[in-house]
C-alpha cells in the first residue's frame, strides 16, 4: 500500500505540476495575444481612417517614392502651390509604419500575401501557413511562439484581409473578388520576456511539485511506519495469546493453530511426522511439599530444555498444567526411538542445572503420523489423545520399573 499510495502521489503531483504549468502558460499566452491584437487594432485603424480618404497625399520631400503599383494617374498630384505630393494608400502607409517600428521596439508589421503586388510582401513561411489556415478553416486569426535559430524569441500574429470594392482597383487584375482574402495584415516583435516567463513558470511547477511531493511521501512515510508499528504491535498481542507465559512455549491455543497448519503442509506434501507427549512427573509432590514457586521453576527449566532440542520446524507447546506436546515435521515412525532418546536427553540436561529435592523425569507417549499415500488429515484431538494413552502407559512401566 506504501508503493501503489506513493505511486498515485507522484502521478498526482506530476499532473498538477504540468496543470498549474500549462495554465500559467496559457496566461502568458493570452497576454502575448492581447498585446498583438491591441497592435493589430491600431494599425486597422490608420488602415481604415487611410481608406476611409480614399488615400492620403504626402509631400514627395518627406522621403515617401511614389508607389508604382498604383494607377499612374494616382501616384503624384501637384498642390496649388505647386509642390510635389504622393499618394499614400493604406498599404504604402502599413509598410512605412512598420519600417518605423521595426527599428524602434523590434515590431515588425507588414502587409503579406501568397499573391503580392510588391515582391517584397512576398510572404514567409510562417505567413504563408496561416493564410493557408485563413483559406482552408476560415480561421479569424493566428499566432504563434517562434524561436528563430539565433535569435531571441518572437511573437507572430496575423489576420486575413478580406477584399473589398475600393481593393479592386488594384487588385482586379489578380482575380480576386469582393468577400476573398487577398492576405493579411501580420505582427512579428520579441517575446522574450514572455519566454523568460514561461521558464520561470516550468521552474517555478517544478520546485512547487517536488517540494509538494516530497511533503506527501514524508507523510505516507510517517503514516506507513505508524501503520507498520500498529501491525507489528498487533501481530505481537496476537503471538503473545499464544504462549504460555510460563515457558514461553506455544500454549494450547498455538499448538492447536500451528499443528493444524504443519498438518495441512504435510498433507499437500505427503510426509510424514510424529507426535510426542510428555507429562512431568511429580509435579503435585513438589507444589504441596515445597511450594508452587518450585513447580513452576522445574516447568520452566523442562520447558527450556524441550525448546531448545528440537528443530523450529517443530511445534513445541506446554497444553496443559504439567503436560507438553511436540510435532516432530518430517520425522518417521522408523525413528522414534532416536525421538525418544533425545527428549530423555533433554531432561538429563535440564537435572543439571536444577537443585530441587526431586530429580527431573517425563512420562513420554508416542504416535505415528503418516500421510505419505494421500490418506486423510487426522484431527489434532485424536492425535493428542492416542498419544496420552501411549503416555499413561509409559508412566506405569516406569512406576513398576
Known amino acids: 500500500m506504501p508503493l501503489v499510495m506513493a505511486g498515485l502521489w507522484a502521478v498526482l503531483c506530476v499532473g498538477g505540476s504540468i496543470f498549474g504549468y500549462r495554465l500559467g502558460t496559457a496566461g502568458v499566452d493570452d ?19 487611410n481608406a476611409s480618404h480614399g488615400g492620403v497625399f504626402v509631400p514627395a520631400n518627406t522621403g ?20 510635389q505630393l504622393v499618394m499614400v494608400n493604406p498599404a504604402y502607409m502599413t509598410r512605412q509604419v512598420g519600417e518605423i517600428t521595426v527599428g524602434t521596439d523590434g515590431l515588425l508589421v507588414r502587409v503579406t500575401s501568397l499573391l503580392p503586388l510588391r515582391p517584397e510582401n512576398k510572404a514567409f513561411p510562417w505567413e504563408s501557413k496561416a493564410l493557408r489556415l485563413f483559406a482552408e478553416k476560415d480561421l479569424a486569426e493566428f499566432s504563434q511562439f517562434a524561436w528563430p535559430a539565433g535569435k531571441e524569441p ?18 482586379a487584375t489578380q482575380g480576386y473578388q469582393v468577400g476573398d482574402i487577398r492576405g493579411a495584415v501580420t505582427l512579428a516583435f520579441p517575446a522574450g520576456h514572455y519566454s523568460l516567463a514561461k521558464l520561470s513558470l516550468r521552474q517555478n511547477a517544478v520546485w512547487l511539485g517536488s517540494l509538494v511531493f516530497l511533503l506527501g511521501m514524508a507523510v505516507i512515510y ?6 507498520r508499528g500498529r501491525r507489528q504491535a498487533l501481530a505481537k498481542a496476537k503471538e503473545m495469546t499464544l504462549l ?47 511450594g508452587h514457586q518450585e513447580g513452576d521453576a522445574a516447568l520452566r527449566l523442562i520447558g527450556k530444555a524441550l525448546g531448545q ?42 537435572n543439571q542445572s536444577w537443585h ?7 512420562s513420554v507417549g508416542l504416535v505415528p503420523i503418516d500421510l505419505s499415500r494421500g490418506q486423510s488429515m487426522p484431527a489434532i484431538q485424536d492425535l493428542l489423545a492416542s498419544a496420552d494413552e501411549k503416555m499413561y502407559s509409559d508412566k506405569k512401566r516406569r512406576r513398576k520399573s
Request: glycine letters at 6%; charged letters at 25%; hydrophobic letters at 45%.
Open 31 to 49: 497576454l502575448a495575444l492581447e498585446h498583438a491584437r491591441a497592435v493589430f487594432e491600431t494599425v486597422v485603424n490608420f488602415r481604415a481612417w
Open 222 to 227: 510517517l503514516l506507513a511506519r505508524a501503520a
Open 309 to 350: 532440542t528440537f528443530r523450529g520446524s517443530d511445534v513445541v507447546a506446554r497444553i496443559g498444567g504439567d503436560e507438553f506436546a511436540i510435532l516432530l515435521m518430517d520425522a518417521t515412525w522408523e525413528n522414534h526411538p532416536i525421538i525418544r532418546e533425545r527428549i530423555d536427553n533433554s531432561v538429563c540436561q535440564a
Open 64 to 83: 515617401s517614392e511614389p508607389n508604382p503599383y498604383l494607377p499612374a494617374d494616382k501616384r503624384t498630384l501637384e498642390s496649388v502651390q505647386g509642390e
Open 244 to 290: 504460555d507465559s510460563l515457558t514461553g512455549l506455544h500454549n494450547r491455543r498455538g499448538f492447536d493453530i500451528r499443528a493444524e497448519q504443519a498438518l495441512e503442509t504435510l498433507a499437500r506434501e505427503r510426509g510424514s511426522a510424529v507426535l510426542a507427549f510428555a507429562d512431568l512427573d511429580h509435579l503435585k509432590e513438589l507444589n504441596d511439599i515445597h
Open 154 to 171: 518572437q511573437f507572430h500574429y496575423a489576420s486575413p484581409l478580406l477584399t473589398k470594392a475600393s481593393c479592386l482597383e488594384c487588385h
Open 356 to 362: 530441587g529435592s526431586v530429580a527431573l523425569a517425563l
